[in-house]
């Protein structure tokens, strides 16, 4: 489902079948037995890969306490989609990396791949910086290898179901290239700004996005730390 140019904004909508507890059968358009129901019919569970995110995403809870004690509400008010832990927000930039970098790329790395990297590397880091700086050089770590040097990322719910079963080539190629600009991105968020690293952020995010982030980035004025050791009173008349 595509929504307006404007938004840059679309909807996977998967026809499915209940299987056994949260696990659905997938349909798949290219299988020979499409239009029969069987047991061989490709298995995923969303509910489950939810709730392991939830696991990973230890920030949740607690950041979802903070803002009910600020709206000053019971936890239960804070809608679940308003909590944008860290982890979230680097997944958020991460996307938004590769929505611009790979515009034009025929193949671009799909986001249940780079979500997944992102939690299984994770290891509770408090903020965004932290985890660019910690958490980015470690998603390659993350893909198993085949024998012959191939990448293959498991569900980590399903362990029969790979997410790059269907990487061709190109898939595998453009997901290192695009890595490698995450990884470049992210040494320079963790570093202090120079023209380099400006032209790193805009070729990445875009003119608009990288000027808002350097002006929110730059020190405030310092504050006047002149000491007055004897205030005029304003009820004391002067001589």
Known sequence: MNYSDDTNFHLDILPSINNIETSIFITDIESKKFNIITDD???SDPKAYQNWFRQRNTLFESKRRFLAESRQVSIDKV???????PLQRAIQIAKRQRDIICQNWSRKPISIII????AMAYNGENTISDIFESV??????????????HLKLKNPVNNNEYFTDRWVELDE????????ELVKVAKSLTSNISSRH???LYDSFGEKVTRKA????????????????EPIRPWRKTR
Request: hydrophobic share 40%; glycine share 2%; proline share 9%.
């Open 136 to 149: 980015v050089p470690n998603l390659f770590k993350q893909f198993e290898q085949t024998s012959d040097g």
């Open 214 to 229: 350097l002006v929110e980035s730059l020190p405030e004025e310092p504050l006047s730390t002149t000491k007055i050791t």
């Open 198 to 200: 400006f032209i790193a």
């Open 41 to 43: 019919w490709p298995v």
């Open 79 to 85: 809608p679940e989609y308003t909590v944008k832990t």
């Open 173 to 180: 190629k453009n997901f290192i290239r695009w890595l490698d």
């Open 115 to 118: 979500t997944t990297l992102f």
